[in-house]
């Protein structure tokens, strides 16, 4: 299955960063505006509606219009591992992941992790994928690398530009 990485230096502690990426709201701040995202809904563990924290068993349901062309694609997604759980804060490294549970990818699991490096953080996306149409997503998979690469580089531009102005 196709993988895609991205690391970035944060200009502030892991738990600053934890918490900021650990809510909807930093979805929300984070995602580009040219995905055109819209936020349908989110649920906690216990199915109770709008959590604060993206706890493991969390769902959002969302949908993207990438740069306003073509229908808008529904997209849900599950928290489903976090640690530490809670709203603990990370010693010195924290991570979830979510995944795809219906959308446009045959499989989407997308990792987010943290690490504390003195006063500062590393974050490591990493998402492994699949693309739909079959065989020939499975030939086309490695390139759908440079589609992600705008995405995560403006995410990671955002978080230390958030962090750098704070």
Do not use: C, N
């Not at 900021?20 to 109770?48: A, Q, Y």
């Not at 924290?94 to 795809?100: I, K, P, S, T």
């Not at 440079?146 to 958030?162: A, I, L, P, W, Y």
Request: aromatic share 10%; charged share 30%; net charge negative.
């Amino acid at each position: 299955m196709p993988t895609y990485r991205r690391t970035t230096r944060v200009p502030a502690p892991i738990e600053d960063v934890w918490e900021f990426h650990s809510t909807v709201d930093g979805l929300r701040e984070l995602t580009p505006d040219w995905m055109r995202l819209r936020i349908g809904g989110v649920e906690g563990p216990d199915g109770s509606p709008g959590p604060e924290v993206l706890l493991a068993g969390s769902t959002i349901r969302m949908s993207i219009r990438p740069f306003g062309a073509g229908p808008r694609q529904r997209w849900t997604s599950r928290i489903v591992e976090r640690e530490p759980e809670g709203e603990t804060t990370p010693e010195r490294s924290a991570r979830f992941v979510d995944e795809m549970e219906d959308g446009p990818f045959r499989r989407w699991e997308h990792t987010h992790a943290f690490y504390a490096d003195g006063e500062e953080t590393l974050l490591v996306d990493t998402v492994a994928y699949r693309l739909p149409l079959g065989p020939l997503g499975d030939v086309a998979g490695p390139a759908a690398k440079v589609g992600f690469e705008g995405m995560f580089r403006d995410r990671h531009r955002r978080t230390v530009r958030r962090f750098s102005e704070h």
